[in-house]
T-cell receptor, first 116, second 117 residues
Framework: AQKITQTQPGMFVQEKEAVTLDCTYDTSDPSYGLFWYKQPSSGEMIFLIYQGSYDQQNATEGRYSLNFQKARKSANLVISASQLGDSAMYFCAMRELTGTASKLTFGTGTRLQVTL | GAVVSQHPSWVICKSGTSVKIECRSLDFQATTMFWYRQFPKQSLMLMATSNEGSKATYEQGVEKDKFLINHASLTLSTLTVTSAHPEDSSFYIC?????????????FGNGTRLTVT
């Protein structure tokens, strides 16, 4: 089974609007971390936001917020006031406490295109 | 913040030759480094995990004799693609984490685009 599922291969959003990128995950581990990364066309992976499985509040970082619904095993990324520079691939990822070296498992990504 | 440097950023080599990619943690000691491969329009797939001073742990389906990983110090890990073939052409990216396990985000290098002709 897929550990991280991103069902939106591509999304469009108008500049200054908000957009939600979906992510669902699958784990039996009670302790885990969820991450979102941005990958522009140049290739580097830029860390955006993190949510721990025991965190009571949804994480926020500037224009990024994470809508964490633990019972549904979803961790959607919300980008407010989209900017042209937000156009990129976005990856949801999970680290689990068990297993070897806490590796990061990625979803298939969502390509976001911000339009004028 | 934590900085990971990866070199070279791109390389073109002939089929049959070997290519070495370096991954350095510049301002922290990386006890663990991860090597990922990304084909065009696909996600990052973990190839192997390396811990300083010990043998790398390879993911299923990754040939350890073809992708040699050396993590000789707390700031340097290398990936050598041996006898490269065109199907090895891909984007290779490393990440690093320091200290004991924590939920701190993995910091990535800028990646290496390998083209084998």
């Amino acid at each position: 089974a897929q550990k991280i599922t991103q069902t939106q291969p591509g999304m469009f959003v108008q500049e200054k609007e908000a957009v939600t990128l979906d992510c669902t995950y699958d784990t039996s581990d009670p302790s885990y971390g969820l991450f979102w990364y941005k990958q522009p066309s140049s290739g580097e992976m830029i860390f955006l936001i993190y949510q721990g499985s025991y965190d009571q509040q949804n994480a926020t970082e500037g224009r990024y917020s994470l809508n964490f619904q633990k019972a549904r095993k979803s961790a959607n990324l919300v980008i407010s006031a989209s900017q042209l520079g937000d156009s990129a691939m976005y990856f949801c990822a999970m680290r689990e406490l068990t297993g070897t070296a806490s590796k990061l498992t990625f979803g298939t990504g969502t390509r976001l295109q911000v339009t004028l | 913040g934590a900085v990971v440097s990866q070199h070279p950023s791109w390389v073109i080599c002939k089929s049959g030759t070997s290519v070495k990619i370096e991954c350095r943690s510049l301002d922290f000691q990386a006890t663990t480094m991860f090597w990922y491969r990304q084909f065009p329009k696909q996600s990052l797939m973990l190839m192997a995990t390396s811990n300083e001073g010990s043998k790398a742990t390879y993911e299923q389906g990754v040939e350890k004799d073809k992708f040699l990983i050396n993590h000789a110090s707390l700031t340097l890990s290398t990936l050598t693609v041996t006898s490269a073939h065109p199907e090895d052409s891909s984007f290779y990216i490393c990440s690093a984490v320091g200290g004991h396990f924590s939920w701190s985000p993995l910091h990535f290098g800028n990646g290496t685009r390998l083209t084998v002709t």
